[in-house]
């Protein structure tokens, strides 16, 4: 069964840092996500990424953080200057419909 | 500001009891709305998904009961077993977004 796949799963770093998380989406799907769970606490969205382009985001995606997909399958989220609240499990998702396909998440931890 | 409430925070039941998760939402825009199951180290998997036009779907051990007019929704586990045991996540979405409750930590104790 095809799946989201992400690396890597756990990238620890220090603050003003800038990190690359890595997704492969399921190859016909059309609709790109990224969510982060910060431990114990609720998903939250961060940007959904359509036809090359941002559709929509949150907040939280500031000026430190970009998308990007630089090939067929890669889809990477960018932070530039890591910040310690950035820490969190980032996931990434992907959609043909409304159904949401999630990876494993990348444990991202910032010292 | 929450668009999606959840509750409880946490939930035990014995194996074989009924387990029930409780949404509320404000936005008269969504209009789907899916139930995701999460284990631990794993990402957020769906469960169960209703449109509004229904009151009710289900399937297998899985119930949503969807009351429009009160805008909630819940996710029913009949004959609970401890492999259910996970969190649970209700989401609505109004299209390409998606927001996400809270989440439930239920325990399913032999």
């Known amino acids: 069964e095809p799946e989201v796949t992400q690396t890597p799963s756990h990238q620890v770093t220090q603050m003003g840092q800038e990190v690359i998380l890595r997704c492969v989406p399921i190859?016909?799907?059309?609709?790109f996500y990224w969510y982060r769970q910060i431990l114990g606490q609720k998903v939250e969205f961060l940007v959904s990424?359509?036809?090359?382009?941002?559709?929509?985001k949150s907040e939280i995606f500031d000026d430190q953080f970009s998308v990007e997909r630089p090939d067929g399958s890669n889809f990477t989220l960018k932070i530039r200057s890591t910040k310690l609240e950035d820490s969190a499990m980032y996931f990434c998702?992907?959609?043909?419909?409304?159904?949401?396909?999630f990876g494993s998440g990348t444990q991202l931890s910032v010292l | 500001q929450q668009q999606v409430k959840q509750s409880p925070q946490s939930l035990i039941v014995q194996k074989g009891g009924i387990s029930i998760i409780n949404c509320a939402y404000e936005?008269?825009?969504?209009?789907?709305f899916p139930w995701y199951q999460q284990f631990p180290g794993k990402g957020p998997a769906l469960l169960i998904a209703?449109?509004?036009?229904?009151s009710e779907k289900k399937e297998g051990r899985f119930t949503i009961s969807f009351n429009k007019s009160a805008k909630q929704f819940s996710l029913h586990i009949m004959d609970s077993q401890p492999g259910d045991s996970a969190t649970y996540f209700c989401?609505?979405?109004?299209?390409?977004?998606?927001?996400f409750g809270t989440g439930t930590s239920l325990t399913v104790i032999p």
């Open positions: 998702a992907s959609s043909p419909n409304e159904k949401l396909f």
């Open positions: 190859s016909n799907h059309l609709y």
């Open positions: 990424f359509y036809n090359n382009e941002i559709s929509e």
């Open positions: 936005n008269t825009a969504f209009d789907y």
């Open positions: 209703i449109r509004p036009d229904v």
């Open positions: 989401a609505a979405s109004p299209g390409n977004q998606f927001y």
